[in-house]
Nanobody
């Protein structure tokens, strides 16, 4: 079955760094764009970063540009989020997402899978 398992969250001081990992299984990882979202208490789930299938293109939310880096290893079926210069406002549950839209039998189909999330807390 499809699984996305995030690891690497935790408590870090402002200005510190964390590296999140998301290990995928049960689907063809290299066919999917991979994304990181985050959700703080009382807030909606927001898109943080996206990386395309071969890793040639990345996009970031304005709030994390220059501080976060998304990358992927298709041989290891894993996507990463390197987070530097962390701020208290980065505190949230971070979710890994796999997303693919494709034509099947003349119909546009979207496949999207979610991990269970990992807590990141930035506090002194």
């Amino acid at each position: 079955q499809v699984q996305l398992v995030e690891t690497g969250g935790g408590l870090v001081q402002p200005g510190g760094s964390l590296r999140l990992s998301c290990a995928a299984s049960g689907f063809t990882f290299s066919n999917f764009d991979m994304k990181w979202y985050r959700q703080a208490p009382g807030n909606e789930r927001d898109l943080v970063a996206t990386i395309t299938t071969a890793g040639r293109s990345t996009n970031y939310a304005d709030s994390v540009k220059g501080r976060f880096t998304i990358s992927r290893d298709n041989a290891q079926n894993t996507v990463y989020l390197q987070m530097n210069s962390l701020k208290p406002e980065d505190t949230a549950v971070y979710f890994c997402n796999a997303d693919r839209t494709t034509w099947i039998l003349g119909a546009l189909r979207r496949y999207t899978y979610w991990g269970q999330g990992t807590q990141v807390t930035v506090s002194s």
